[in-house]
């Protein structure tokens, strides 16, 4: 009995270690989307999903991402065959906008722990949404309002300068993120997933204490979301 007892309690403990190196294996897998390799204008459509941007451009690392339509390319106008009014973007030369009210990107997938990017909206107040199903179904994880961000005039010119950090973390499984804006007058950059800070330049002290407040704000909605439900 003590033998049995013994085996047993290791094939549990055995299973439960197995858990969580899986579950942080999950957590730790952080992707970041710099939309370079993507020409200028675009379509993303599934450059990351192992097939072709709108134009044949890729196809790029295959995470299993993909955009709706309105979800465009576009590059810095200082760069070669770049008509972009921006500058200072984490990763140059090209970031992801769009000329609808919103769109949507699919990782069916999902991705937990946390989402973050780099974001520029010179005129307009605009927000970005997490879902836990495809194409902003299921249950709103998270609600991250983005504040109008002043311009500094490009590197060396581009209204849209510089792109400030941006994130939040959030329980459960993602598989699907709105963003929404006023169509042409936001730009976002590194993309990541797994992560409420983006990867790319480490942020100044104040710049983060200001992103860990924006993400505060976004899950303190959730939690008041998820309450009243």
Known sequence: MIKSST???????????????????????ITTLTFEGLGNLEPVLNFYNGGL????????????????PDA???????????TGNFGGEPSPSTVLF??????????????????????????????????????????????????????DGGDPSGSFSPFFPVGVSFSGTARSVDFGGAANQ???????????????????????????AVAAIGGHQWYRRRKAA
Do not use: H, W
Request: with cysteine; hydrophobic share 40%; net charge negative.
């Open 7 to 29: 085996n047993r309690t290791t094939a549990v403990c055995r299973v439960a270690l197995l858990t969580a190196l899986a579950s942080a294996s999950l957590s730790a897998q």
């Open 98 to 151: 769009f000329l609808a009210s919103s769109a949507v990107m699919n990782y069916p997938t999902g991705f937990d722990t946390g989402f973050s990017f780099y974001y520029s909206s010179v005129f307009n107040p605009v927000s970005v949404s997490v879902y836990d199903g495809i194409n902003k179904t299921g249950n709103l994880l998270a609600t991250i309002p983005l504040a109008v961000t002043s311009s």
């Open 186 to 212: 936001v730009g976002f950059d590194n993309i990541t997933f797994g992560s409420a800070v983006p990867t790319g330049v480490v942020p100044e002290p104040s710049t983060y204490a200001a992103l860990v």
């Open 72 to 82: 465009l390319a576009i590059i810095d106008s200082d760069a070669p065959g770049g």
């Open 53 to 68: 941007g709108g134009s044949g451009s890729g196809p790029g690392v295959n995470y299993g991402v993909s955009f709706s």
